[in-house]
């Protein structure tokens, strides 16, 4: 399949700076399209067949997408959903179509009333190294509960999430003790909790473990990677090259 895509586009998201700085770069002449030199930014170049290079130097041409969302609640993770939008329906046509990197899928899920950064990809190992067991990616959570927590009650929650707590049983999902945890309180009602693993409803079961209820649930990092402020809910953009490297370190 022969993909195009703009010269300044692809330079940009592969380290050479914003579409501005390309602009400087390809009008200073250093950018060659199979040997011959291109100066105009809205040039389309087929990265699968043609050499780019920059000073010189040939280009390792990256394949894949990395998307990065902010999820939006009443919308679920899954391909197909007969009632509910897939956060796959919030996505642009161009993103619906078989991709040359690989089928597009989440790196992980978020319930369906679970808000903020959710990863899409066609790169199945950094899906693998994100989501494997054995990496203890640490993943935070803004969490809003349903009864305010004494300071005495915040500092036993923090030192039973911090222990490793008991989690019950629910659904067809079995008991599980949770790897340590910590706890960052904002207020008496609210906090940031960081797990280092992904059990079904993991977050919720967790303070229900304590006797409390999460009223609302976002996430707001994976590794290293923060969700972006400006996106709005349901929005999302395409991972800078600084990001990806944050998420293949
Ligand atoms: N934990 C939960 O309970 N729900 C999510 O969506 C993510 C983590």
Redesign the pocket.
Known sequence: MRTTVRIDKLLSSHGFGTRKDVRKMLHSGVVKVDNATVTLPDILVDPQSQVIEVDGEKIEVRNHVYIMMNKCQDVVCSTKDGLHKTVFDLLDDKYQKRLPGGELHMIG???I??EGLLLLTTDGKLTHKLISPKNHIP?T?YVELQYSVTDTEQEKYTVLFKEGLPVSKENNEEAFVAQSASLVWNDNKSCNLT?HE?K??????MFKAVGNE?TF?K?ISIGSLKLDPELSEGAYRELSEQEIALLSD
Do not use: A, E, N, S
Not at 200 to 205: A, G, I, L
């Open positions: 899920r978020l319930d009333d679970t993943k959570y797990i992904g079904y409803h993991q977050v919720k079961r999460v649930l996430r």
